[in-house]
């Protein structure tokens, strides 16, 4: 009788362990299979973030590009403006000049 207890106590260690082992390598395989998933994760995060900023940036250049497309039509509108009001009195310019200089050489002489 007592050997058919350590018996049936060895066969209940045996089972226990061998419970305990499969249960540590379960725990094991779904530890890893979460860092993989998380990995995963982490990687997929990154590369939307990464869409993200070029999105945003290439949002940036060409609310950029607009701005400075604007400057430069305005500039080149009030260039123009000024150039015709510039030409409006260039022969009253002329005139004035040559009057001036007329009176320069009369003063001189």
Known sequence: MKTEVLK??????AKSKSTIEAAEKAAE????AAKLEADNIIAKATAV?????KQKLLDARNVAAA???A???QG??????LTAAGE???????????ERF???LHVSA
Request: charge should be neutral; charged fraction near 45%.
């Open 8 to 13: 049936s106590i060895k066969e209940t260690e």
């Open 67 to 69: 701005k400075h497309e």
């Open 102 to 104: 007329k009176e320069k």
């Open 76 to 81: 080149k509108a009030e260039a123009d403006a």
């Open 71 to 73: 400057i430069v039509r």
């Open 29 to 32: 395989q779904t530890l890893a």
């Open 88 to 98: 409006k009195k260039l022969e009253q310019a002329v005139s004035l000049f040559v």
């Open 49 to 53: 973030a990464e869409d993200y900023k």
